[in-house]
């Protein structure tokens, strides 16, 4: 009963969005008259920029769970507006994608989270996991920095190929309101503006530390250990989701508290070590992730771990498998 008094809107949420929003926006327009090409753009676009659009990732994340307000439409509309420093539409598309991967997480053909079997075979070396990485984390630099521009792309494009979706009424707005920011944008300030918030996209799903995210919550990595016991043979199969309570939580809606996420969903980000503070005797033990960094590298770099075959796949019908 305690933990169900946890669940609700989290008011502060929509506060924090309007925020970053207009972070990006100001930045975008101060840089209207900066070479692309100079230390200032790219220093800007990868320490402001990638870590603003990352947290309006998942800003857009916590609000398909409809946990910025009690209206379900204002929760949709407030994901288009948390859209619009991203520069290309996508949270009308990234919602009933997401509410899937939480109701068959793991389930072949309806979890589009899971890496399709021509992406594992053709890019399990260390620069084809580096391409992947650079191109998927859009929540997360090269053989590295050139190869893992591309992880963004992925995310992007896999859903089509997996599951289509109809488009919506809801698709359509965010497409339109996304035109006309972005039309707004370089006929007021010229393309510089919208040229750092797609660059500032794409750098959040790469090497940036906080995008390490999108492999730490459901890759089976080597190294991933019970943050109190050490011993990974003492939590029971299958250990498929996992959770980070380090300090760049603060810049992500807490979304390292996955395990505590995935259990209930419909606590917002500020109670979810809540949550973890009274059920510690379930969370205490099971794996965890010590560095989101590390995790980039391990997933890159370390042969002892299974990349792109590290995660638990359950074909529908059939038992637990893992690949």
């Known amino acids: 009963m305690k933990v169900t008094k946890l669940c609700g809107h989290e008011p502060l949420t929509k506060y924090l969005t309007i925020a970053v929003v207009a972070l990006q926006f100001l930045v975008a327009i101060s840089l209207r008259s900066t070479p692309f090409f100079s230390l200032r753009f790219f220093l800007t676009a990868y320490l402001i920029g990638a870590t603003s659009n990352q947290n309006l990732f998942l800003a857009i994340h916590e609000i398909s769970h409809n946990l910025a307000f009690k209206s379900p439409l204002l929760n949709r509309y407030l994901a288009i507006f948390a859209n619009l420093p991203i520069g290309l539409p996508y949270s009308a598309a990234f919602r009933p994608y997401h509410l899937e991967h939480h109701k068959y997480l793991g389930i072949d053909g309806i979890?589009?989270?899971?890496?399709?079997?021509f992406e594992a075979i053709f890019l399990q070396n260390v620069l084809g996991k580096a391409f992947f990485w650079y191109t998927f984390s859009p929540d997360v630099m090269c053989d590295g920095l050139i190869g893992s521009t591309f992880q963004i792309f992925f995310y992007a494009i896999r859903p089509m190929f997996v599951k289509a979706q109809p488009l919506t009424a809801l698709h359509y707005l965010n497409i339109l309101a996304q035109v006309i920011v972005d039309y707004l944008l370089v006929s007021t300030f010229g393309w510089k503006p919208l040229i750092y918030l797609i660059f500032s996209s794409f750098l959040?799903?790469?090497?940036?530390?906080?995008?390490?995210?999108?492999?730490?919550?459901h890759y089976i990595l080597s190294y991933t250990t019970p943050s109190k016991t050490g011993d990974a043979a003492a939590v029971p199969f299958p250990d498929e989701t996992f959770s980070y309570y380090g300090p760049l939580n603060i810049l992500c809606y807490n979304v390292g508290y996955h395990n505590e996420h995935h259990d209930f969903p419909f606590i917002p980000w500020t109670r979810l070590p809540k949550l973890r503070d009274m059920a510690r005797e379930f969370y205490e033990d099971l794996p965890c992730h010590k560095s989101w960094s590390l995790v980039i590298y391990d997933f890159i770099l370390?042969?002892?771990?299974k990349g792109l075959w590290g995660r638990v796949k359950r074909p529908q019908g059939k038992r637990l498998q893992v690949e």
């Not at 979890?111 to 079997?117: C, I, K, N, S, V």
């Not at 799903?205 to 730490?216: E, K, T, V, W």
């Open 111 to 117: 979890d589009t989270d899971l890496p399709t079997r």
């Open 204 to 217: 959040a799903g790469s090497l940036h530390p906080c995008a390490g995210h999108f492999i730490a919550e």
């Open 302 to 305: 370390n042969d002892s771990g």
